[in-house]
Every structure is written in structure tokens, then in C-alpha cells.
């Protein structure tokens, strides 16, 4: 799958993390991911050929158990309907644990922001609802 001019510009980061896999032997395989400022998109192949899954950041609660042993580092996404998803990276790179959570927080702040003006807008296009209110109010 082939990312449109769009997504490519607001890549923030993009390389190689191993993720653990979810069946009974639990193999680390190695994945080439690409964090965007609204999802971690994670590919079996470095040319990104194969259809890749998408992980949006809005349905990410957490970076958790955040571990550093050795030559590597070892973290968990908590998703919001409390899947666990665990990865390493090598220790040497920038920490991916590190910048996902700062996108996390990013995309939380974008949201919150949308969220109030929406409400606000919601607001001051209905000036009847504030007076019913205040007129409720003891």
C-alpha cells in the first residue's frame, strides 16, 4: 500500500520495530512501521508492498511498560479496548516508545481543542438555549 503526497508529509517517524506476536509461541518479527500524526501504520515488508495495518491513534489509550534491557527497548500499546500489542526496538535509535507518545499526546491536545470549539460554536449559534439556561439556573 502505497501512501498518498498527504500522508507521506506528515510522516514523523519512520524504520524498523519488532513486534511480538499474538500466537502461542510469541516470535518477535521484525516490521517496518510509519508513525503520521494520526496513526502507526505497520508493514511485514521494508517496501511497504503488502497491505499494512493501520493502528489510529485514537483508538490508542497508552504507552506502557516502558523496559530498556540490554541492547533493546521494550514497550506496550495499550489500545482502547485494552488489547495489549508489544514491540521492541534497538536500543541505539531514537525510541520509538517516546515519539509515539508524544504523537499520542499531540493528536489527544488537536482533539480536545477541536472538541471545545465545536462546543462552543454548538453555543453561540443557538443564543436561545444560553438564556433558557440561565433563566433555569436558582
Known amino acids: 500500500m502505497k501512501m498518498s503526497a498527504a500522508e507521506i508529509s506528515q510522516v514523523l517517524k519512520e524504520g524498523e520495530l519488532e513486534k511480538r506476536s499474538d500466537n502461542l509461541l510469541q516470535f518477535w ?14 508493514y511485514a515488508d521494508t517496501q511497504k508492498r503488502n497491505r499494512g495495518k493501520e493502528l489510529k491513534l485514537q483508538s490508542i489509550k497508552k504507552v506502557d511498560c516502558v523496559e530498556r534491557t540490554g541492547k533493546f527497548v521494550y514497550f506496550t500499546i495499550v489500545t482502547t479496548d485494552n488489547k495489549e500489542i508489544d514491540f521492541r526496538c534497538s536500543g541505539e535509535e531514537n525510541c520509538w516508545n517516546a515519539v509515539i507518545t508524544m504523537a499520542l499526546i499531540e493528536y489527544q491536545n488537536r482533539k480536545a481543542i ?9 453555543e453561540s449559534a443557538s443564543p436561545g438555549q444560553q438564556e433558557r439556561r440561565m433563566a433555569r439556573a436558582p
Open 114 to 122: 477541536q472538541d471545545f470549539k465545536t462546543r462552543q460554536d454548538n
Open 29 to 42: 518479527k521484525r516490521k517496518t512501521c510509519v508513525l503520521t500524526t494520526d496513526s502507526l501504520n505497520i
